[in-house]
């Protein structure tokens, strides 16, 4: 097995992921997803190429909403010290950061970003209307019984959600909701 990493230019701690391996990893996933094209396309219309990255731009729900759209997305989970720069020029890849914090490997942001995603592809959800985004959401959410106790202290539903008076409830939710 050839060496995957080795220790960065300039010094400094830990590994950086060497360029070889990655661009030979991306170049095999787009050529699976792309039998019927014997040439090679790294970066086009219908796919993106995604690396993490604590200074990447702050993935969001509108930009889970436009990556939908692609056919294809490959996701490179870089790992300690990160990946060696060329490989993200010659691919063209976005960066993207999950939250202003450092995590020791990509695969929890791929995670986030695939999940983000395809929550939004018909079907995924059983009610589109599930989308936060589109909707009145509280944080604070109740379900049945209406009423219950816990080591001697009752717990209740808020009565304006039994109301059953839609505005009611609306407000109520917009008022949590901030």
């Keep these: 097995m050839a060496q995957v990493d080795d220790r960065p230019y300039g010094g400094g ?4 992921l060497r360029a ?13 997803a792309r039998i019927k094209n014997s040439e090679l396309r790294i970066k086009n219309k219908e796919s993106e190429i995604i690396n993490f990255s604590p200074s990447g731009k702050l993935f969001t729900n509108a930009e889970a909403e436009k990556l939908k759209k692609k056919k294809d997305i490959v996701l490179i989970c870089g790992r300690y010290e990160g990946i060696d720069a060329r490989a ?8 993207y950061s999950v939250g202003p914090y450092v995590l020791t490997g990509g695969e929890l942001p791929a995670m986030i970003l695939i999940d983000s995603i395809s929550r939004r592809i018909e079907g995924v ?5 599930s989308l936060e985004e589109n909707r009145v959401s509280s944080s604070e959410v109740y379900t049945r019984p209406e009423a219950f106790e816990y080591k001697g202290k009752k717990y209740k ?5 039994l109301s059953g008076h839609a505005k009611n ?8 909701s901030k």
């Design 13 to 16: 701690p830990g590994m950086v």
């Design 20 to 32: 070889e391996p990655i661009l030979k990893a991306v170049e095999a996933a787009l050529k699976k």
């Design 88 to 95: 993200s020029k010659i691919l063209k890849a976005k960066e």
């Design 125 to 129: 959800l059983n009610k589109n209307e």
């Design 157 to 161: 539903v808020p009565a304006v959600l």
């Design 169 to 176: 409830i609306e407000e109520w939710k917009t008022k949590r």
